[in-house]
């Protein structure tokens, strides 16, 4: 599986970005697919996951009720839709998928595919 995510930008406190993650290779059916983040100096860390059949989401708690993460799967696209942005979501965010819907879902370790990142910077 490959994946490409784009999205990614430079936007102020408060406000919106959308990123998208383009899968090929395989089409994705009893798959997981998350977004992760990286902040310079920081470890990666668990965003948001969608299980691709099933529908349903997980978020960490440092973003739920402004983030939403959302597939298309005729398309074989996902999408992070990032609201309220503030300062502390500046990072690389990635897109992953992992060959397994059973949790957890924010081990960053069990995720078989990644994307090459997309930089999200937010000002102040």
């Known amino acids: 599986v490959q994946l490409q995510a784009s999205g990614g930008g430079l936007v102020q406190a408060g406000g919106s970005l959308r990123l998208s993650c383009a899968a090929s290779?395989?089409?994705?059916?009893?798959?997981?697919l998350g977004w992760f983040r990286q902040a310079p100096g920081k470890e990666r860390e668990f965003v948001a996951a969608?299980?691709?059949?099933?529908?349903?989401?997980y978020y960490a708690d440092s973003v739920k009720g402004r983030f939403t993460i959302s597939r298309e799967r005729a398309k074989n696209t996902a999408a992070l839709q990032m609201n309220s942005l503030k300062p502390e979501d500046t990072a690389v965010y990635y897109c992953?998928?992992?060959?397994?819907?059973?949790?957890?879902?924010?081990?960053?370790?069990?995720?078989?595919?990644w994307g090459q990142g997309t930089l999200v910077t937010v000002s102040s």
């Open positions: 290779g395989r089409t994705l059916s009893s798959y997981t």
């Open positions: 969608i299980r691709w059949s099933a529908g349903s989401t």
């Open positions: 992953a998928v992992r060959i397994s819907t059973a949790p957890p879902m924010g081990d960053p370790g069990r995720y078989n595919f």
